[in-house]
């Protein structure tokens, strides 16, 4: 299974991720993992990512889509892939179904998690991240060990409540209408509350999948 998955920036998609790439076999495709793996290992496509990255400047699509592209040739996505944050434009939705169409592949849906904007002010605002992995945490302090690989844990500075509040008008006014192209397009869409216990948003997840 090819799963988008869609949603307001501190939805959980990051959280439900590997919960649900666990239960449905297949790998997980984060863009900043792609991007910093690509520019570590030293792959001509990873090299030019760098220097955009080094500089500070934002990385371009045609070189982003180029390292998934690249990635999702990879043993570990022969079952399929779950595609976190990968997609936040139109042109970058764009560009994604060529990328699928060139591998033979196709997206079979996109798990849009809803939840309203005061909801996700109150989650981020008790949030805090692994500096080394990215890994998000909700209840535990600044300082503290990642559980999944021993890096420290800080409050991101985009994650004060009036960062959060700008980081959902960006979204309404760039992420919000994939959701529109996508419907355009025939893609199947799939919609799940994303409030309360994370185990029974990946439980709710996976029923509306019809799994």
Request: one cysteine or more; a neutral charge.
């Amino acid at each position: 299974m090819n799963l988008l998955l869609f949603g307001k920036p501190g939805a959980g998609k990051g959280t439900q991720a590997p919960r649900l790439a666990a239960e449905l076999d297949v790998g997980t495709l984060a863009t900043g993992d792609v991007l910093r793996n690509a520019a570590r290992e030293g792959t001509p496509l990873g090299k030019k990512a760098r220097e955009f990255m080094d500089r500070g400047d934002l990385v371009p699509d045609d070189v982003i889509l180029g390292i998934v592209g690249e990635t999702l040739r990879r043993p570990e996505y022969a079952n399929g892939v779950i595609l976190d944050g990968v997609v936040r434009t139109v042109p970058q939705a764009e560009g994604m179904a060529r990328v699928l169409e060139s591998l033979g592949r196709e997206l079979d849906a996109v798990l849009c998690f809803e939840i309203e904007g005061d909801e996700i002010v109150q989650r981020l605002a008790a949030r805090t991240v692994c500096t080394r992995c990215q890994t998000p945490y909700t209840g535990r302090p600044d300082g503290s060990t990642c559980d999944k690989c021993g890096g420290t844990l800080a409050r991101r500075t985009d994650d004060d409540p009036d960062a959060i509040r700008n980081r959902l008008a960006v979204y309404e006014k760039q992420t919000a209408p994939v959701f529109d192209w996508y419907q355009r397009n025939g893609t199947r869409i799939v919609t799940v509350k994303a409030v309360g216990d994370v185990g029974a948003v990946t439980q709710r997840a996976l029923r509306a999948l019809g799994r």
